[in-house]
């Protein structure tokens, strides 16, 4: 039988905490043993509380209002029972431990890496947001009325009982160690000093997220409300727009990392990227779910524009993914590599020191900085665009079993638009929130949801092309008969490309080239524009026309950069348009 096995596990962490007060009491109890303290006295009277505390009055509060015997004040006797009921609490924690019983104060400094004496600072700190009684207990032993919170000089004198211990002890206060460092504490000036406070009168405040965090309240930080979520996983084992594969690979990957047998158990940066709504944030769900953890999602855009507030706002963020057990997602991480954002960049690696354990980073390309996690295991994951079939059962999960249609259209539209999982998602949901607002009411019809694509496929390409909206058809084109085969031939190519690259198989052979151009060639007035006008209304597509004044630059990389930002870029998050660049010129 282990020596904690002679001691009972505390029910809950509330009965911990009490007798964690009753050792403070006794604590001060021997600050106070060598004044001279009456017995049996009661509180002087209201309006004398604003003048001075008497040794009367704390004999009382210590009491609990009962009378106190003289050989309980006696130095030997409190730290004899001091002594005791130290070992009382250190015991029955270790039995809560093994029972699985969450204690919170513990649990704290297990995060933290808090020493005994940091867990009793923390506790001088707490006791006033427990019992009102300790305001004026700390007032007394500060001989002020005015100073009801534990300053540093306090918590030295409560825990340190040899000037050598005290001088040691202000350490712990330092801005760069633990309790300050993380946020545990915070120092407070003494208002009513007009020349400023030494670091002795400074005031030690408990942070509230801290506060509530003991009272096992495990609510967010109120200071990131609206700015950061928590995400909790779903219970789906797997997911049917992500490739099997993968989800399972990264999966066993991430599990290996933080398994006990692993002897290389670094904090882990899986970077995930792929097109705009392929699945990464739902892969992160899917193996948060695996650790029996939570998400917790930073925009990195957002802290970006907090400015000078970002990297404070990033250290809470990262402390309350510690305190919440949850993994952090960033979204938008390509934002941290940009040259404006070097300094929070370095308190995101400092953040991820401190408090990160897993971290997934977001991107849409690849990332270019892995070595800055030196320390750290990197890996990238990287999410390929979804193949027809995939499409098609996002098509399916979106309707919803609302159409009657629904296989039938999953195969057109899986088809006719090569959009991700969550462009499906939010082009069926746009399309649906249109209905609603149509008076006739009634289900979803095909056109609606070929609009919505169409607006999926189209977010970025307004930037630098003119939308033009097709008003001819087959009808309206006076073309040899030759050249209206070879239009039709066109549009039949686009229909069925994805059964040639999908079904057929021959996409696995090709890298690249799997797109449609056409050139339309021949003096103005000839009908190139309205080819292209026919062709996008007989598919059903939009129709841009790009100004190549708007593309071309004389500054070196412009050019390219415009092209990769606008048309490569839409590639990449396959935002599909009917791409014709179609030019009036005279050349």
């Known amino acids: 039988m282990s020596a904690d096995m002679q001691f009972r596990p505390y029910r809950d962490g509330f009965e911990h905490l009490e007798e964690e007060l009753q050792r403070l009491d006794l604590l001060l109890r021997l600050k106070i043993g060598s004044q001279s303290l009456l017995n049996g006295v009661l509180p002087e009277r209201q309006a004398s509380r604003a003048v001075c505390i008497s040794s009367g009055e704390v004999e009382w509060l210590l009491n609990n209002g009962h009378e106190s015997r003289p050989e309980e004040t006696r130095n030997v006797v409190l730290r004899a029972e001091l002594a005791k009921l130290k070992a009382t609490i250190d015991g029955r924690i270790g039995r809560s431990k093994e029972e699985k019983i969450f204690l919170a104060l513990p649990h704290l400094c297990d995060l933290f890496g808090l020493s005994s004496f940091e867990r009793d600072a923390v506790m001088i700190c707490l006791a006033p947001e427990l019992r009102r009684k300790y305001d004026r207990l700390y007032a007394y032993l500060q001989d002020d009325i005015t100073r009801k919170r534990p300053s540093v000089d306090l918590v030295l004198d409560l825990l340190c009982d040899s000037e050598a211990k005290r001088w040691n002890g202000r350490r712990f206060f330092a801005d760069s160690a633990t309790l300050l460092r993380s946020g545990l504490l915070q120092k407070v000036d003494d208002p009513a000093s007009p020349s400023g406070s030494s670091g002795l009168s400074q005031f030690l405040k408990l942070d509230d997220r801290i506060c509530e965090f003991l009272l096992d309240n495990n609510q967010m930080d109120a200071r990131l409300a609206g700015d950061v979520q928590i995400l909790q996983p779903t219970r789906r084992t797997d997911s049917p727009t992500i490739e099997h594969s993968i989800v399972a690979g990264a999966s066993m990957f991430v599990e290996r990392q933080f398994s006990s047998d692993n002897p290389d158990r670094r904090k ?72 404006s954002a070097k300094t929070l960049f370095k308190c995101f690696l400092l953040a991820i020191s401190e408090f990160g354990w897993l971290v997934f980073l977001s991107s849409v390309g690849p990332w270019n900085q892995h070595q800055e996690f030196a320390n750290c295991v990197f890996h990238s994951i990287q999410l390929p665009a979804p193949d027809a079939l995939t499409q098609e059962a996002a098509w399916m999960a979106a309707l919803d079993g609302e159409i009657a249609e629904a296989e039938i259209w999953s195969k057109q539209l899986a088809s006719q638009f090569r959009l991700t999982p969550g462009q499906i998602r939010a082009a069926a949901e746009l ?126 990389g412009e050019t390219e950069k415009n092209l990769s930002t606008h048309s490569n870029g839409l590639l990449n998050e396959l935002s599909v348009f009917f791409n014709f660049d179609v030019l009036d010129t005279q050349n």
């Open 431 to 556: 399309a649906k929130n249109r209905r609603y607002m149509n008076k006739e009411k009634g289900a979803i019809v095909f056109e609606e949801l070929t609009a919505a694509c169409r607006q999926q496929s189209s977010q970025k390409l307004s930037e630098l092309a003119v939308k033009i909206v097709p008003h001819c058809d087959w009808n309206d084109l006076v073309l040899p008969s030759e050249k209206i085969t070879h239009l039709r031939e066109i549009s039949i190519q686009f229909r069925n490309r994805h059964k040639v690259f999908e079904t057929w198989g021959f996409g696995k052979k090709l890298g690249r080239g799997k797109g449609l151009s056409v050139l339309f060639a021949g003096p103005s007035g000839t009908g190139k524009t309205m080819a292209a006008e026919v062709l996008a209304r007989d598919l059903g597509l939009d129709l841009y026309k790009v100004d190549l004044a708007n593309v071309v630059s004389k500054y070196i």
């Open 268 to 339: 882990l940066i899986l970077h995930v990227h792929g097109p705009r709504g392929v699945g990464k944030r739902e892969l992160a769900l899917h193996i948060a779910g695996r650790l029996n953890c939570a998400l917790l999602n930073v925009d990195a855009e957002l802290l970006l524009a907090r400015g000078e507030n970002a990297e404070r706002f990033l250290r809470i963020a990262f402390r309350e993914a510690l305190l919440q057990r949850a993994a952090i997602f960033v979204e938008h991480a390509d934002a941290l590599s940009q040259e």
